[in-house]
């Protein structure tokens, strides 16, 4: 099965086109954003690889911003051990998911993988890409499944916290003044 999404950016006047192919060994996501935050101007390209059970793999991101290139490649066991080209990275370690925060498609990865019925909590520990400040992190985060599409998101070293709302796959379909969900097409 494929999903053809988009999204739009509230916050940084962004637009995000979205393809996420599944097979019967997980799915490949591949994304483009372009956007503009204050006065940056970007575009992002991602690759995500996971597993069936959403437990990220590996991820590939290349982006320019005011003349910065980066690219980053890392690969995970799925299990929280992250290798940048092959060598360990030990303060990722136990980091499941990914957090790019130019896109609500990695809070989809978090909220898929964890499988929470209502009512029920957990928490995410992410590896946090913070493309403007050229930095990949550790962080924590709380997701509560609040009804059968709402989820309430908490960034707990940021003391940030949203409602966020889930479509029928179970991407994101607003995220409340950061993305909505403009389009989206099953193939």
């Keep these: 099965m494929q999903w053809s999404i988009l999204w739009q950016g509230r916050q940084n006047d962004s637009r995000e086109h979205c393809l996420i192919n599944r097979n019967d060994s997980g799915y490949k996501i591949d994304s483009v954003i372009i956007g503009k935050q204050h006065d940056i101007i ?17 991820f590939r991101i290349s982006s320019i911003h005011n003349s910065v290139v980066q690219l980053l490649e890392y690969t995970s066991d799925g299990k929280g051990n992250w290798f940048d080209n092959g060598e360990a990275v030990p303060r990722l370690e136990g980091c499941l998911d990914l957090d790019l925060p130019l896109t609500p498609l990695t809070n989809s990865l978090a909220v898929n993988r964890l499988g929470l019925q209502e009512g029920e909590e957990k928490s995410a520990h992410v590896v946090y890409v913070d493309l403007f400040a050229e930095k990949v992190s550790p962080v924590n985060q709380k997701y509560r499944r609040l009804s059968a599409s709402e989820y309430n998101y908490q960034n707990v070293p940021n003391d940030f916290e949203a409602v966020i709302t889930m479509d029928e796959f179970g991407f994101v379909k607003d995220y409340p003044t ?6 989206c097409v099953t193939i």
């Design 178 to 183: 950061l993305f909505l969900q403009t389009g």
């Design 42 to 58: 970007y575009r992002v390209e991602y690759t995500l690889l996971l597993n069936s059970l959403w437990e990220t793999l590996s």
